[in-house]
């Protein structure tokens, strides 16, 4: 069993920088990859940037250059730097681990970029 929960979401003005946090917890030894979602209103979720268990990185188009996903040294933490911010950045956004072959999800952490 894994547990993730994030943090560091609010609100901020476009052109503005935030940073998510997403602390696991539980076997953590088993995480694959990690990764952060995003759900916008009305919209389905989707995909923002993943990272696996060996460091290799992955970006939605729209992100690569703005969000950089990083994770502490002792793999329990993942971040989410993200700068340039635009309305359509606004969202809950979700961490999610790949582990033990299931996926996790934690609750989620509204961001709102105003314009």
């Known amino acids: 069993q894994v547990h993730l929960v994030e943090s560091g979401g609010g609100l901020v003005q476009a052109g503005g920088s935030l940073r998510l946090s997403c602390a696991a917890s539980g076997s953590i030894f088993t995480i694959r990859t990690t990764g952060w979602y995003r759900q916008a209103p009305g919209k389905q979720r989707e995909s923002v940037a993943t990272i696996t268990s060996g460091g290799i990185t992955n970006y939605a188009d729209s992100m690569k250059g703005r969000f950089t996903i990083s994770r502490d040294n002792g793999l329990s933490t993942v971040y989410l730097q993200m700068n340039s911010l635009r309305p359509e950045d606004t969202g809950v956004y979700y961490c999610?681990?790949?582990?033990?072959?299931?996926?996790?999800w934690g609750q989620g952490t509204q961001v709102t970029v105003s314009s």
């Open positions: 999610n681990a790949f582990a033990g072959g299931r996926p996790y």
